[in-house]
């Protein structure tokens, strides 16, 4: 009777990691930017190119960076939660327009409604390397010193805006 | 004016070949070296694919800020810090040890020894179960009998 217990053991070990990693998401890889001051841009706005939008202006706030695209599909899912976000004044959201033309970053955003106090283009992406942007979208918490405190890879949820970004703001802030 | 034609007509070839996948060929050198560095870098959009030999936008992209980096004279060990800097070592294609990879690293070796350490021991188990075998005077003398039949004859 012993005998068949090793390979039953064996067996539910196995499957339990097997099952663990059923639930594991392969396209989340950590940022070493976390922790790390934010990698300072200096980028013409969406609405007005002729105006600038620099990172360093927000030193002080606590903000949201968001890299979306008008070609970018899970950009429409978390659309509307960012929108829901926008109208409760929390936190304040700003767009980078990840390798988009800026016709089309701006005809998307009138379409869907507009959760950004400005957008920056970054029509070549040079700043999404700089970023460590590799999907878009993705969501970065940054804090009054303009050190990134937290990254969103993929859509942002209801579920990690209440779990994890509105918490870790209301501390930043608090600070 | 035939035969101005005729060699405009053979000089044809050469206007049509220039300004043909510039991007690439303009150095053959630094393209090399590129992809040689590349080859060991993962393609962060496709995971199992290099650098190298991926067609996705944001390697695209990445292949030529390597380019880049590689005519202002950067190292190679600098622009692959460059990238760890940003993607992590995730990029890498061989992770370097670390804490957290000493697992990846030393585990199979160290369940090897633990395969070794519970054969010796099975060995050993098995060996204490047979019994010595005991062999009485008369018994060592019909087994030379037995292996010396030829002193009979």
């Known amino acids: 009777m012993i005998r068949f217990i090793w390979p039953f053991v064996i067996f539910v070990v196995l499957a339990g990691f097997l099952y663990v990693g059923l639930h594991l998401n392969p396209r989340e890889v950590p940022s070493p930017l976390i922790g790390k001051p934010a990698p300072a841009f200096n ?5 007005d190119p002729t105006k600038q939008f620099s990172s360093q202006e927000m030193k002080g706030q606590v ?32 767009g980078l327009d990840y390798k988009d033309k800026r016709e089309a ?45 937290y990254k969103q890879i993929g859509p942002v949820t209801q579920q990690s805006l209440h779990e994890k970004i509105l918490p870790l703001v209301a501390e930043l802030k608090a600070k | 004016m035939k035969k101005a034609l005729l060699l405009l007509f053979c000089l044809l070839p050469v206007f049509a070949y220039a300004g043909v996948a510039k991007d690439l060929a303009e150095d053959p050198v630094l393209e090399k070296r590129m992809i040689g560095l590349a080859e060991n870098l993962r393609c962060l959009v496709c995971q199992n694919e290099s650098l190298a030999s991926s067609r996705s936008e944001l390697a695209n992209d990445l292949r030529q800020e390597v380019r880049e980096q590689m005519l202002k004279g950067m190292s190679d060990q600098e622009i692959i810090d460059y990238l760890v800097s940003r993607y992590g070592d995730y990029v890498l294609f061989d992770p ?13 070796f160290a369940l090897l020894l633990v ?26 003398k019909r087994a030379a009998d037995l292996l010396n039949p030829s002193k009979d004859l």
């Open chain 1, 43 to 47: 980028l013409a706005q969406l609405h």
């Open chain 1, 63 to 94: 903000w949201l960076l968001n890299v979306w695209a008008s070609w970018c599909v899970s950009c429409r899912v978390e659309h509307p939660v960012l929108m829901a976000l926008s109208r409760q004044n929390i936190v304040p959201i700003y």
């Open chain 1, 105 to 149: 970053g701006m005809a998307w955003l009138q379409e869907g409604g507009n959760p950004y106090v400005l957008s920056a283009s970054d029509t070549d992406g040079r700043i999404g390397i700089d970023y460590g942007v590799y999907g878009v979208p993705e969501t970065y918490v940054i804090d009054k010193e303009g050190v990134i405190r």
């Open chain 2, 96 to 108: 370097p040890v670390k804490s957290y990879t000493l697992l990846l690293w030393y585990g199979p």
């Open chain 2, 115 to 140: 395969g070794l350490a519970g054969l010796i021991l099975q060995l050993r188990k098995r060996k204490s179960k047979i019994p010595e075998a005991h062999l009485s005077n008369e018994d060592v």
